[in-house]
């Protein structure tokens, strides 16, 4: 699979997987939460990691954390200005935890964004995947409209390969995520699913001698 041959070190990346974004419960955007919930793509990226630890490929998820007076946070765009309207997403809240079943492991990278609709944007996220020999990003979380593209694009200028587990992301609609995946992730990385890159990192894993214990 491109990105993940032999050679390349991957990295598994989550956007937003937090418990204001994909729970029902607590989301203010109830589309994006319920097509999360749909489409099941906690769970299926809580396989996915679970298996990235176990060949040593690291774990980062990007959240987004506002401080309590919304200080250092851009309200120059709809979605932003409806945070900042709705106080959600705020630094102490449930609203800004990591969801339970991706939550509570210690090799994990937690990388917190205090602004902005993307991953790498105002981040340390690009200096700790090279720090940790990274060439290729795994994508997962949301939103297929927004975030992911957006991630992609970023990874691609910063000279990363790109790998989107298309069933491990959901859109704010279906329609929106079915044609991201047909017409937009295809021309900035691969596309496939969770089970596909799981056989690839495990097969990159066996033929490694470095991964071996």
């Known amino acids: 699979m491109r990105g993940l041959e032999r050679g390349q070190r991957p990295a598994l990346l989550t956007l937003e997987c937090q418990r204001g974004v994909v729970e029902p419960e607590l989301a203010g955007r ?7 919930a749909q489409r099941a793509i906690i769970a ?14 690291p774990v980062f998820h990007n959240l987004l954390v506002h401080r309590p007076d919304f200080a250092g ?12 309207k709705r106080r959600s997403m705020l630094a ?39 720090n940790c020999a990274v060439t290729t990003v795994i994508i997962t979380g949301v939103s297929t409209n927004l975030g992911v593209p957006g991630a992609g694009i970023e990874a691609i ?7 989107f587990a298309q069933d491990c992301i959901a859109g704010v609609w279906a329609e929106a ?7 937009t992730l295809p021309i900035l990385g691969t596309v496939s699913d969770s089970i596909t890159i799981a056989a690839a990192l495990l097969a990159s894993a066996a033929s490694d001698p470095s991964t071996q214990h």
């Open 157 to 163: 200028n910063r000279g990363f390969n790109v790998v």
């Open 30 to 36: 109830a589309g994006l939460s319920e097509q999360a």
């Open 177 to 183: 995520h079915d044609f991201h995946v047909q017409h």
């Open 44 to 57: 299926k990226i809580a396989i996915l990691a679970t298996l990235c630890r176990s060949v040593g490929v």
């Open 73 to 84: 946070s851009g309200r120059n765009a709809p979605l932003l200005g409806a945070n900042y």
């Open 92 to 130: 102490g809240t449930p609203e800004v935890e990591l969801v339970e079943p991706l939550a509570g492991h210690a090799s994990d990278f937690e990388v917190a964004r205090l602004t902005g609709v993307t991953p790498f944007y105002g981040t340390a996220l690009e200096i700790m995947l090279r």
